[in-house]
C-alpha cells in the first residue's frame, strides 16, 4: 500500500533482543533484511551509534542472527 521495500525502526532497544549489558555499535537486520532496527539505546544513557541508510544489496554491516 505504502511501498518501499524496507521499514528502519527505533522503538525497540536492540540490547533487549540480546544480552541486556551488550553495547550496541550496529544496526540489528531481521526479516530477511526487510526491517533494520536502529535503537541502541539512548534513551537509557548508551551511547547509541549512526546508521548510514544504505541499498539492501549494501547491508553488509548489519548484525544480523
Do not use: C, W
Not at 42 to 53: E, P, Q, R, S, V
Request: no cysteine.
Amino acid at each position: 500500500q505504502f511501498g518501499g521495500e524496507r521499514i528502519i525502526h527505533g522503538h525497540t532497544q536492540i540490547r533487549h533482543l540480546f544480552d541486556d549489558s551488550a553495547p550496541m555499535s550496529r544496526a540489528y537486520s531481521y526479516n530477511n533484511g526487510k526491517t533494520i532496527n536502529v535503537d541502541g539505546g539512548l534513551t537509557d544513557g548508551k551511547a547509541g551509534f549512526i546508521y548510514h541508510i544504505v541499498p539492501a544489496e549494501d547491508d553488509s554491516d548489519l548484525l544480523r542472527l
